[in-house]
């Protein structure tokens, strides 16, 4: 199946993405611990219920659905770019998770970390 890989990736992003929505809606919920939450400065459910946590009044794991959702439809020039935007996304929201909050989300930085990988495809550093 060609582009097996971008699939995959997608596959895990979009998953990584709704249980962050999941989260992020119960994080205000008192008594609400989630599977992600391993301590005072490892926590997920922190992470998500923060000022970082949506942009426009939008939760992130929403902006994640939409890109993970879309990556099959959108073409090589156009994922290049995309991706690319992606990375850069990461980058910015990495500086705040570790920078800003002080904190380790295990959900963001996989989702960081699936978002670099997903720009090295489209680059061409492994196989379709």
């Not at 942009?55 to 890109?67: D, E, K, Q």
Request: glycine share 10%.
């Amino acid at each position: 199946m060609e582009n097996s890989l971008r699939f995959l990736l997608a596959s895990v992003g979009f998953l990584f993405s709704l249980y962050a929505l999941w989260v992020h809606i119960r994080s205000s919920e008192k008594g609400y611990q989630a599977w992600c939450d391993f301590g005072k400065n490892a926590s997920c459910s922190r992470v998500f219920g923060s000022q970082y946590g949506k942009l426009f009044g939008i939760p992130n794991p929403v902006y994640g659905l939409v890109w993970y959702g879309s990556i099959p439809f959108w073409g090589e020039q156009i994922f290049l770019v995309l991706s690319g935007i992606s990375v850069l996304a990461s980058l910015i929201l990495a500086y705040l998770l570790y920078g800003k909050l002080r904190d380790f989300c295990i959900v963001c930085t996989s989702v960081y970390l699936i978002n670099i990988l997903l720009f090295m495809q489209s680059l061409g550093f492994f196989p379709k």
